[in-house]
């Protein structure tokens, strides 16, 4: 053979060996990534049922040093949480020390400060587990046990970045009027024989109180977080007007993702595929409400997308609103491990999933079989969704390897 024909022959090996050791360290490197998904599918299922139980096994600290320890960039709470259901305890049971006006907003609200010194947001019971709520898919008062629910979805699509979220009964005479406010305790009134308030908001109204059960009322409390970690407000890319006969630029600009991925901090970092994940979170619960969202302060774009104010969402369960998922079917993109594990919850698997993780909770049941239904039924469109993506530009090109530094220019 000549001394051309090695040299070229060699060079041909040398090629074929390159791609083949690229190929292999490609796959094993998914394979693991790919396992390491599916231990911490199994370990959220080991986990989710949480006992509200006041012992702290595993710290001195009071449970709110320690809920305010676990907040970092990228998570509210940890994946090993043992103290979890002491710090929801403490969130049901301890005593209320001062009751005011919410914070500003447009839904009515209360902002506790329960012993030791915790702030938490009380949100009322409005409607019954089986009411339906009509007309547009933000439309309706917030729902108390929405939010419950939403904060036990965040832990099992893997998020971890819902605040802490339980339900609580209060007694409005005995709990909350010696400790409200004047501004609060003057939207005190008692219809018939229950004790109700309307508080200060956007659309509070004194013809449109939250009524008690005689003087006990049910709702939610989501924990404060932490001061030291301030907020920074973002209006959502994908937001929606609010006024009829007026479109976003995404409801008709087939491209608009190509000019979301040109501005920051979208066109690097993880907000563009946060923004998807909250996507996928929002069309599951049924919230078109999320027109603004929140990060940490002088982040960057490093820091998570938190998932706040959830509570315009399980209004309908036979509504499933489409647009919600705009982010993912313009862009076309989705976080493998995100991918991995909603194939994980196929087959009823969500729909068990939450069940169990909820049914610990004081306001128990939290949702209406109908809205568990449709939990199964939206991820269902969810990964057909991501089939025709991936159908179109290929699995390498939608389903992005989150572990790697981010840029989608």
Same mark, same amino acid.
């Given at each position: 053979?000549?001394?051309?024909?090695?040299?070229? @022959?060699?060079? &041909? !090996?040398?090629?074929?060996?390159?791609?083949?050791? %690229?190929?292999?360290?490609? $796959? =094993?490197? *998914?394979?693991?990534?790919?396992?390491?998904?599916?231990?911490?599918?199994?370990?959220?299922?080991?986990?989710?049922?949480?006992?509200?139980?006041?012992?702290?096994?595993?710290?001195?600290?009071?449970?709110?040093?320690?809920?305010?320890?676990?907040?970092?960039?990228?998570?509210?709470?940890?994946?090993?949480?043992?103290?979890?259901?002491?710090?929801?305890?403490?969130?049901?049971?301890?005593?209320?020390?001062?009751?005011?006006?919410?914070?500003?907003?447009?839904?009515?609200?209360?902002?506790?400060?329960?012993?030791?010194?915790?702030?938490?947001?009380?949100?009322?019971?409005?409607?019954?587990?089986?009411?339906?709520?009509?007309?547009?898919?933000?439309?309706?008062?917030?729902?108390?046990?929405?939010?419950?629910?939403?904060?036990? @979805?965040?832990? &099992? !699509?893997?998020?971890?970045?819902?605040?802490?979220? %339980?339900?609580?009964?209060? $007694? =409005?005479? *005995?709990?909350?009027?010696?400790?409200?406010?004047?501004?609060?305790?003057?939207?005190?009134?008692?219809?018939?024989?229950?004790?109700?308030?309307?508080?200060?908001?956007?659309?509070?109204?004194?013809?449109?109180?939250?009524?008690?059960?005689?003087?006990?009322?049910?709702?939610?409390?989501?924990?404060?977080?932490?001061?030291?970690?301030?907020?920074?407000?973002?209006?959502?890319?994908?937001?929606?007007?609010?006024?009829?006969?007026?479109?976003?630029?995404?409801?008709?600009?087939?491209?608009?993702?190509?000019?979301?991925?040109?501005?920051?901090?979208?066109?690097?970092?993880?907000?563009?595929?946060?923004?998807?994940?909250?996507?996928?979170?929002?069309?599951?619960?049924?919230?078109?409400?999320?027109?603004?969202?929140?990060?940490?302060?002088?982040?960057?774009?490093?820091?998570?997308?938190?998932?706040?104010?959830?509570?315009?969402?399980?209004?309908?369960?036979?509504?499933?609103?489409?647009?919600?998922?705009?982010?993912?079917?313009?862009?076309?993109?989705?976080?493998?491990?995100?991918?991995?594990?909603?194939?994980?919850?196929?087959?009823?698997?969500?729909?068990?999933?939450?069940?169990?993780?909820?049914?610990?909770?004081?306001?128990?049941?939290?949702?209406?079989?109908?809205?568990?239904?449709?939990?199964?039924?939206?991820?269902?469109?969810?990964?057909?969704?991501?089939?025709?993506?991936?159908?179109?530009?290929?699995?390498?090109?939608?389903?992005?390897?989150?572990?790697?530094?981010?840029?989608?220019?």
């Amino acid at each position: 053979m000549k001394l051309k024909q090695r040299v070229v @022959l060699l060079a &041909i !090996l040398l090629v074929i060996f390159i791609f083949t050791k %690229v190929f292999l360290i490609d $796959n =094993l490197d *998914t394979s693991a990534a790919n396992r390491e998904d599916q231990r911490a599918f199994q370990r959220m299922l080991a986990g989710l049922r949480v006992v509200l139980d006041p012992r702290l096994e595993h710290t001195l600290q009071s449970p709110w040093e320690i809920a305010a320890q676990w907040v970092v960039p990228r998570e509210v709470y940890p994946e090993d949480t043992p103290e979890l259901g002491a710090v929801m305890h403490a969130m049901t049971t301890k005593k209320i020390i001062k009751a005011d006006v919410g914070y500003k907003g447009t839904q009515l609200k209360a902002l506790l400060i329960l012993e030791g010194g915790q702030k938490v947001v009380f949100k009322p019971k409005r409607y019954a587990r089986d009411y339906i709520v009509e007309g547009e898919p933000y439309a309706g008062y917030d729902r108390h046990n929405a939010e419950v629910a939403a904060f036990h @979805l965040d832990r &099992i !699509l893997g998020f971890r970045r819902a605040p802490l979220v %339980v339900g609580r009964f209060v $007694n =409005l005479r *005995t709990e909350i009027k010696p400790v409200a406010t004047e501004q609060l305790l003057g939207t005190f009134m008692t219809v018939g024989n229950s004790t109700c308030f309307y508080g200060k908001c956007y659309y509070c109204r004194e013809t449109e109180p939250a009524c008690a059960d005689g003087d006990v009322m049910e709702g939610s409390v989501t924990l404060w977080l932490p001061d030291v970690w301030p907020l920074q407000k973002h209006r959502h890319p994908w937001g929606r007007t609010y006024r009829e006969g007026k479109l976003a630029r995404w409801e008709y600009d087939e491209s608009y993702c190509d000019a979301v991925k040109k501005t920051s901090p979208y066109d690097s970092g993880p907000r563009l595929l946060d923004i998807i994940d909250t996507a996928i979170f929002d069309y599951l619960i049924g919230n078109a409400d999320r027109h603004h969202y929140e990060s940490f302060q002088d982040d960057e774009g490093a820091s998570m997308l938190i998932l706040l104010d959830n509570a315009k969402s399980f209004g309908n369960p036979a509504l499933d609103e489409r647009s919600i998922l705009a982010p993912l079917y313009q862009c076309c993109i989705i976080r493998v491990s995100t991918w991995n594990r909603l194939n994980y919850l196929k087959n009823g698997v969500l729909k068990s999933a939450l069940k169990t993780a909820m049914s610990h909770d004081p306001i128990s049941p939290v949702l209406s079989d109908p809205h568990l239904d449709a939990l199964d039924q939206r991820l269902l469109s969810i990964l057909a969704t991501v089939k025709q993506c991936t159908d179109q530009f290929g699995p390498d090109v939608v389903l992005v390897e989150d572990r790697m530094t981010l840029s989608h220019l």
